[in-house]
């Protein structure tokens, strides 16, 4: 007999509220968590991000002088961060993004293709999004979007026993940053214009006119409601592990500068 895919409710998911931390802690908590809930150390979890600092933050394959204008991030102290999953480069400033990640387990998307698990694992965050009156669909295989514009992008990685999926979205944009940080920013917007990219992009601000931790609050009530949450923390032992990976690995260059 075949066994039963599991579901969200099979689980007692916990919620981390983020706390800014330096911009490396924030990939480096990714590691620890995910490695956490793959051993059972941890029940599944849903950890919203923050950060001390805007960063322009590469996919796990990307090469740096593909991607980033060096010399204007170094000028103008942009930290530049390589995460471990896959996906496209980010210019992300604090106030002005959404980012969760989930850390659950392999049978939450047993048989599942990346595309299918994107969808799947991103529906309670369109429900959200229609509840505030975003008219919000997955778009394969990594976005969030809408009739307003794109709102976001998802990444993911298998490992250590455990899925992590993580979520970017915009709620705000500085569009005249993308061509000074991201060479990608500058070729789309070379012949196009700085107003066709806020044409492409819906922020959640203009399309919420909400506070961006007003947004948060509605979506984690939107997992709650649906899946179950129970509020939850980072353990000591947890933030002293991402801390010694920030030292000896996510702030050295020989992982940002992985593909040079």
């Known amino acids: 007999m075949t066994k039963k895919r599991a579901d969200w409710r099979d689980y007692d998911w916990r919620l981390i509220r983020g706390e800014p931390v330096p911009v490396e802690m924030n990939h480096a908590l990714d590691e620890v968590l995910v490695r956490r809930v793959g051993s059972g150390e941890r029940q599944p979890t849903l950890r919203f991000w923050d950060r001390q600092g805007p960063e322009i933050v590469l996919g796990r394959f990307q090469s740096v ?56 694992l991103d529906e309670w965050v369109i429900e959200g999004l229609r509840s505030l009156g975003i008219d919000a669909w997955y778009e394969p295989i990594n976005d969030i979007t809408s009739s307003g514009g794109k709102i976001g992008g998802a990444a993911q990685a ?16 500085a569009p005249e940053s ?20 806020n044409r492409r992009v819906g922020p959640l601000r203009l399309q919420t006119r909400m506070e961006r931790l007003d947004i948060i609050e509605h979506l984690i009530n939107t997992f709650r409601e649906r899946h179950g949450l129970r ?11 991402a801390e010694e990976l920030v030292r000896t690995r996510f702030a050295t260059d020989e992982w940002k500068f992985l593909l040079p």
């Open 231 to 241: 509020d939850g923390q980072l353990h000591p032992d947890e933030i002293a592990e």
């Open 158 to 173: 298998r490992r250590h026993g455990a899925v992590l999926h993580h979520v970017t979205m915009a709620y705000d944009m």
């Open 178 to 197: 993308l061509p000074r940080y991201l060479r990608i920013g500058q070729e789309k917007l070379s012949d196009k214009g700085i107003t066709s990219a």
């Open 65 to 120: 002088r593909n991607e980033v204008q060096v010399e204007n991030t170094d000028a103008d102290g942009i930290a530049v961060n390589r995460r471990i999953t896959g996906g496209g480069a980010m210019f992300v400033e604090p106030e002005n993004a959404v980012t969760y990640s989930i850390y659950a387990p392999p049978e939450l998307v047993k048989g599942m293709g990346f595309a299918d698990s994107y969808a799947f």
